[in-house]
């Protein structure tokens, strides 16, 4: 392991290329506001669904410090309100209501914590002969190359902001050295914005109605005992298979990213029930079912910054400014040709992880069957293939995912990919 040198103009890195031992505690804290910054895809979650902005703010924040105690702070991991709920909550919204929409969402925990108690029985050193790198590989990509589509959307409102914004955030991550190369992506948004301005983008109105100071809409689920009340969760809790089968990947992502196998320790079941025990605490604040965002993972793959301590200052930020209206107006003002400029390079890092994935395992793409089972996820995975029984859909990612283990399990040669094992 390389020594840290603090007085070095460039920061030194770890053998696994964190840098977050260069900073000082209190550099840390507020090196997590970046982190906070790059997470405001969790914004759109509520604004799709009917939920409050400010209360998935704090229940993003409080969440991902709930998770990150129960996993022994040992995976950077941000939470935010995952998008396989917005269908069935904004019916349950529309037809009955936000507090029985929250009871769909606490039902979904429910899920999680039997999901967690299914990996805990098949046990950890099954879960690589389940998800041998030709998956786990596939899959990483898709998480990034799924939300492609978001980013190449968002940059079309105005192409010269979205680019000059990402030739900012590859300008500093390619040429810039120190604490500017770690604040990637805050300058990126930062000069994104001002640029935007000019262009007529930026409405700067919501800010300067909102208040400075004021308590998020915070709401109870409704607990009459009636029909709607079944309603509601077998509406909502059947999309908990989504963030669950998820969670797999982006818990693999997160260790690829950052050099660790969080799959063994701390393990994907006590990351799974720790998802379970936020999402609780959001369903009944009025917040979405909560999982890992991909967001972040673009975040530590472009910053280096593998701390979790750093990661929890960015949940505290982000929990502190759901109690500041301005800020949440402030998010809602930032141009989507911005967060474009910002996602393409994100997403591309997401995407590049789930290459380097199959390059240090040496996946031998010469074999049919690898080609098979990698083709069927990604072609489906970015294609947007679903599959709809009545009012349940599973997500093009989950089905993806679904089929490739089928494809592993099927295929002959499982015994040798079993064998491989992502390297940490």
Request: net charge neutral; proline share 5%.
């Amino acid at each position: 392991m390389e020594k840290v040198n603090k007085k070095a103009s460039q920061p030194m890195a770890l053998e696994n290329g964190d840098l977050s031992e260069n900073f000082s505690t209190v550099q840390k804290v507020f090196l997590g506001l970046q982190n906070t910054l790059g997470m405001c895809g969790v914004i759109l979650v509520p604004i799709l669904c009917g939920l409050d902005v400010s209360v998935t703010l704090f229940c993003a924040g409080i969440g991902t410090l709930i998770y990150q105690f129960i996993d022994k702070r040992m995976v950077p991991a941000f939470l935010g309100g995952s998008f396989a709920i917005i269908a069935p909550v904004s019916a349950v919204i529309a037809e009955l209501g936000l507090p029985y929409a929250q009871i769909g969402i606490v039902s979904m925990a429910v899920f999680y914590f039997l999901f967690a108690l299914l990996l805990k029985l098949v046990g950890k050193e099954r879960i690589h002969h389940i998800f041998p790198p030709i998956i786990v590989g596939p899959i990483i990509m898709v998480l990034g190359l799924s939300l492609a589509g978001i980013g190449v959307s968002e940059a079309t409102q105005s192409w010269p902001v979205a680019i000059i914004t990402f030739l900012i955030a590859v300008g500093i991550n390619c040429f810039a050295k120190g604490l500017t190369k770690v604040l990637t992506i805050v300058i990126a948004l930062v000069g994104g914005y001002l640029v935007a301005i000019p262009f007529g983008l930026v409405d700067f109105t919501p800010v300067l109605e909102a208040r400075w100071f004021g308590l998020p809409n915070f709401t109870l689920p409704s607990f009459a005992v009636g029909t709607d009340w079944w309603k509601a969760i077998l509406l909502i809790m059947p999309a908990a298979i989504v963030p669950c089968l998820e969670h797999i990947g982006d818990v693999m992502a997160v260790g690829t990213t950052v050099g660790k196998d969080f799959t063994k320790e701390p393990g994907l079941a006590r990351s799974v029930f720790a998802c379970g025990v936020s999402t609780t605490i959001s369903g009944f604040l009025g917040g979405p079912s909560l999982t890992i965002h991909s967001e972040n993972t673009g975040v530590l793959a472009v910053t280096r910054l593998y701390s979790p301590f750093i990661v929890a200052c960015g949940a505290a930020w982000m929990a502190l400014l759901a109690f500041c209206p301005k800020f949440s107006a402030l998010c809602g003002t930032i141009p989507q040709a911005v967060l474009g400029g910002v996602g393409i390079l994100l997403y591309g890092m997401v995407t590049s992880v789930g290459i380097r994935t199959l390059v240090e395992n040496r996946v031998d793409f010469s074999k049919s069957r690898n080609l098979a089972i990698a083709s069927a996820i990604l072609i489906l995975g970015i294609g947007g293939a679903t599959l709809t029984f009545g009012s349940f859909s599973l997500s093009s990612m989950a089905f993806a995912a679904i089929s490739g283990i089928i494809l592993h399990f099927v295929l002959p040669g499982r015994k040798n990919a079993a064998a491989e094992k992502v390297e940490a």
